[in-house]
């Protein structure tokens, strides 16, 4: 979350602009440091500029370690400095090594990626309403194929400083595991799948997760203090946590094996080494090479894992282009600590940046200066561009808006950001994002119902039949009437204008109530029921605005139960039988004697209310308590 602001502002902000990530990649290429001072000085000037507390930046090739340095301060009260022992919050780079676990089970023939978690771990709930014909497998649970959810808010609000077994966190919130999608016909990131397939480490081994990892994996590699828990080393050595230059503390993530992992600068140069050198350290081959390319390669999507789009998307894996080269890993993120890992390996070099601040964008800019250096004196084969003019056999012309959203309570907002616009001229597929001006994307077929972007000359995007809601535009956005799309985008804002219209037609007729001679309280009352409708929108506004300055802030408040949670709950209902009751009201007395543009006035707000009232039931925000 940014820093305490009018959250109306907040949202606006959230709807109208694209995440940082890609925008601060393209910025800090422009820098091009052509030497590693030149690297190191930019890294600094990013966090100056974006005053993050620290960083650590490792950079390896090949044997050699090319950078192993820490930036500015680990602890900004008792002034002590980043160095290559400070351990940063590595957040989801933790789940490469419950993917590594499981290859290393595999490895030994205790498992297969393709067996199905109802045999293996019958104890654990799930409800997958396609499970005869479609099982999950371990494969679905680490390529986040099963169709469960990215987080609820009940998961995210759990901070309790006594670990919990892993059995007992998944025993914690059950709903979690409910298959939105047939598993392995789309893509949803999920961090309660890839503790449950931790789960099976556990219970195939004999061993706790973290103890196996330690084992097999860590003490192989020559990892001393890399932790899934907040140990003592860490409390020695620990960076302090900040997020909008709060203090925060240690965070106890529900689910240890997902996102808790804890590394030093000088441990991720072991992590780094273990991909490029293809799992081979000190003369011991900890897994094979043949483990880590199925890591790097999906194989849980039958009809999509052939597509050079979802090709990379592995086991808590995944490659990306970067100006044509292929990076793979994983990045990371938690409230007050970000973190990146990637790397090359045609070229047998990777990179690890970690901060102690709540800003991902400085991450990715400092990912985007790394592999520009990296890069910039490689000679890269070059890429061999299909120029056949393919027919486009399926007409996608239409609307769009996103399938499932990652977290449903941001449903609401997610559905009108993502309305997409999209229609063919002169042989090129457009695709326009409604509520972003700037984000207009050309496309040229490429044969099997693919496109190439103009732009990078890449396959970017892929038309699909989904089977449960017909022809898709890549993995998440459904094709909706056009008529929808345009209502949605009305919604949004009317809904401001509808806030500060009542306002303003409410207090003119109060003023009129109180100073004129006539005294019409059923006049004053049609007005005023507005107002009171929506007070109960501005009372969660302005408290969520006065009350959360943090990430961690929103998990605790909206994942737990306490006064404010409660004082939203109550709010959402009484919205919803004031909305009832306003249009009733106003309604039943249409034929009363009053100003005609504050009847009207009045009568078009109770209507907008009831829409809004069932757009937000529809999407869960009324009714349900968000720490369930």
């Given at each position: 979350?940014?820093?305490?602001?009018?959250?109306?502002?907040?949202?606006?902000?959230?709807?109208?602009?694209?995440?940082?990530?890609?925008?601060?990649?393209?910025?800090?290429?422009?820098?091009?440091?052509?030497?590693?001072?030149?690297?190191?000085?930019?890294?600094?000037?990013?966090?100056?500029?974006?005053?993050?507390?620290?960083?650590?930046?490792?950079?390896?090739?090949?044997?050699?370690?090319?950078?192993?340095?820490?930036?500015?301060?680990?602890?900004?009260?008792?002034?002590?400095?980043?160095?290559?022992?400070?351990?940063?919050?590595?957040?989801?780079?933790?789940?490469?090594?419950?993917?590594?676990?499981?290859?290393?089970?595999?490895?030994?023939?205790?498992?297969?990626?393709?067996?199905?978690?109802?045999?293996?771990?019958?104890?654990?709930?799930?409800?997958?309403?396609?499970?005869?014909?479609?099982?999950?497998?371990?494969?679905?649970?680490?390529?986040?194929?099963?169709?469960?959810?990215?987080?609820?808010?009940?998961?995210?609000?759990?901070?309790?400083?006594?670990?919990?077994?892993?059995?007992?966190?998944?025993?914690?919130?059950?709903?979690?595991?409910?298959?939105?999608?047939?598993?392995?016909?789309?893509?949803?990131?999920?961090?309660?799948?890839?503790?449950?397939?931790?789960?099976?480490?556990?219970?195939?081994?004999?061993?706790?997760?973290?103890?196996?990892?330690?084992?097999?994996?860590?003490?192989?590699?020559?990892?001393?203090?890399?932790?899934?828990?907040?140990?003592?080393?860490?409390?020695?050595?620990?960076?302090?946590?900040?997020?909008?230059?709060i203090k925060l503390k240690y965070f106890n993530i529900l689910y240890r094996p997902s996102a808790a992992l804890n590394g030093?600068?000088?441990?991720?140069?072991?992590?780094?080494?273990?991909?490029?050198?293809?799992?081979?350290?000190?003369?011991?081959?900890?897994?094979?090479?043949?483990?880590?390319?199925?890591?790097?390669?999906?194989?849980?999507?039958?009809?999509?894992?052939?597509?050079?789009?979802?090709?990379?998307?592995?086991?808590?894996?995944?490659?990306?282009?970067?100006?044509?080269?292929?990076?793979?890993?994983?990045?990371?993120?938690?409230?007050?600590?970000?973190?990146?890992?990637?790397?090359?390996?045609?070229?047998?070099?990777?990179?690890?940046?970690?901060?102690?601040?709540?800003?991902?964008?400085?991450?990715?800019?400092?990912?985007?200066?790394?592999?520009?250096?990296?890069?910039?004196?490689?000679?890269?084969?070059?890429?061999?561009?299909?120029?056949?003019?393919?027919?486009?056999?399926?007409?996608?012309?239409?609307?769009?808006?996103?399938?499932?959203?990652?977290?449903?309570?941001?449903?609401?907002?997610?559905?009108?950001?993502?309305?997409?616009?999209?229609?063919?001229?002169?042989?090129?597929?457009?695709?326009?994002?409604?509520?972003?001006?700037?984000?207009?994307?050309?496309?040229?077929?490429?044969?099997?119902?693919?496109?190439?972007?103009?732009?990078?000359?890449?396959?970017?995007?892929?038309?699909?039949?989904?089977?449960?809601?017909?022809?898709?535009?890549?993995?998440?956005?459904?094709?909706?009437?056009?008529?929808?799309?345009?209502?949605?985008?009305?919604?949004?804002?009317?809904?401001?204008?509808?806030?500060?219209?009542?306002?303003?037609?409410?207090?003119?007729?109060?003023?009129?109530?109180?100073?004129?001679?006539?005294?019409?309280?059923?006049?004053?009352?049609?007005?005023?029921?507005?107002?009171?409708?929506?007070?109960?929108?501005?009372?969660?506004l302005i408290t969520y605005s006065l009350t959360v300055r943090t990430r961690y802030d929103s998990f605790q408040i909206l994942?737990?139960?306490?006064?404010?949670?409660?004082?939203?709950?109550?709010?959402?209902?009484?919205?919803?039988?004031?909305?009832?009751?306003?249009?009733?009201?106003?309604?039943?007395?249409?034929?009363?004697?009053?100003?005609?543009?504050?009847?009207?006035?009045?009568?078009?707000?109770?209507?907008?209310?009831?829409?809004?009232?069932?757009?937000?039931?529809?999407?869960?925000?009324?009714?349900?308590?968000?720490?369930?």
């Amino acid at each position: 979350m940014k820093l305490a602001k009018p959250i109306i502002f907040v949202f606006v902000l959230l709807l109208i602009f694209n995440g940082s990530k890609t925008f601060a990649q393209e910025a800090s290429d422009q820098n091009k440091p052509k030497t590693l001072t030149e690297l190191k000085n930019s890294i600094q000037k990013i966090l100056e500029e974006t005053k993050t507390p620290g960083a650590g930046v490792v950079l390896v090739s090949g044997d050699e370690t090319i950078l192993l340095e820490g930036f500015g301060k680990a602890d900004i009260e008792n002034n002590i400095d980043v160095n290559e022992n400070t351990m940063f919050r590595l957040g989801s780079i933790s789940k490469m090594y419950v993917a590594l676990a499981i290859l290393k089970l595999q490895e030994e023939g205790r498992l297969n990626l393709k067996d199905k978690i109802r045999d293996l771990i019958p104890e654990i709930e799930f409800n997958n309403p396609w499970e005869d014909k479609f099982p999950i497998r371990i494969e679905n649970l680490l390529e986040h194929t099963t169709g469960w959810s990215y987080w609820h808010f009940a998961e995210l609000g759990n901070d309790d400083p006594k670990p919990k077994t892993l059995k007992e966190a998944l025993d914690f919130c059950p709903k979690a595991r409910t298959s939105k999608f047939i598993p392995g016909t789309r893509v949803q990131y999920s961090n309660v799948g890839t503790s449950v397939a931790a789960y099976i480490v556990e219970k195939v081994s004999g061993m706790t997760f973290e103890d196996y990892v330690d084992k097999y994996l860590f003490k192989p590699m020559g990892i001393e203090h890399m932790t899934f828990l907040q140990s003592e080393q860490y409390k020695k050595s620990g960076a302090k946590l900040y997020d909008n230059g709060i203090k925060l503390k240690y965070f106890n993530i529900l689910y240890r094996p997902s996102a808790a992992l804890n590394g030093s600068p000088k441990e991720m140069v072991k992590m780094i080494e273990f991909f490029v050198h293809r799992g081979r350290m000190n003369n011991y081959q900890i897994l094979s090479d043949s483990s880590l390319k199925r890591m790097e390669r999906s194989e849980s999507l039958p009809t999509l894992s052939k597509s050079e789009l979802y090709s990379r998307l592995g086991l808590s894996n995944s490659g990306s282009s970067y100006h044509g080269f292929i990076y793979y890993g994983h990045g990371g993120s938690v409230p007050g600590g970000n973190a990146d890992f990637g790397y090359l390996p045609q070229y047998n070099m990777g990179y690890s940046v970690m901060i102690n601040g709540g800003e991902e964008e400085v991450v990715s800019r400092i990912a985007g200066l790394i592999k520009y250096y990296q890069t910039k004196d490689l000679k890269q084969n070059p890429i061999e561009i299909d120029n056949t003019t393919y027919p486009i056999t399926i007409n996608p012309s239409g609307f769009y808006t996103i399938i499932d959203p990652p977290i449903e309570l941001y449903g609401v907002l997610e559905r009108i950001k993502n309305v997409h616009r999209v229609w063919i001229k002169d042989d090129t597929l457009f695709v326009k994002r409604l509520m972003d001006g700037g984000s207009l994307a050309k496309y040229i077929p490429a044969g099997n119902n693919e496109f190439r972007s103009v732009e990078t000359k890449q396959i970017s995007l892929i038309l699909r039949n989904d089977p449960l809601v017909g022809y898709t535009i890549g993995n998440n956005l459904k094709k909706i009437p056009p008529i929808y799309a345009y209502m949605l985008i009305f919604m949004f804002f009317s809904f401001f204008i509808l806030l500060a219209s009542t306002i303003i037609f409410g207090l003119l007729r109060t003023l009129v109530y109180l100073i004129g001679k006539q005294k019409n309280k059923t006049a004053w009352w049609i007005s005023l029921w507005p107002v009171i409708t929506n007070s109960f929108i501005f009372i969660v506004l302005i408290t969520y605005s006065l009350t959360v300055r943090t990430r961690y802030d929103s998990f605790q408040i909206l994942g737990t139960v306490n006064p404010i949670s409660v004082l939203f709950f109550i709010c959402g209902i009484c919205y919803a039988l004031a909305a009832l009751w306003s249009a009733h009201y106003i309604f039943r007395n249409r034929r009363e004697k009053m100003s005609k543009i504050l009847y009207y006035h009045s009568a078009l707000a109770a209507v907008m209310n009831l829409i809004f009232m069932l757009y937000f039931i529809s999407n869960g925000l009324i009714g349900i308590p968000t720490w369930l």
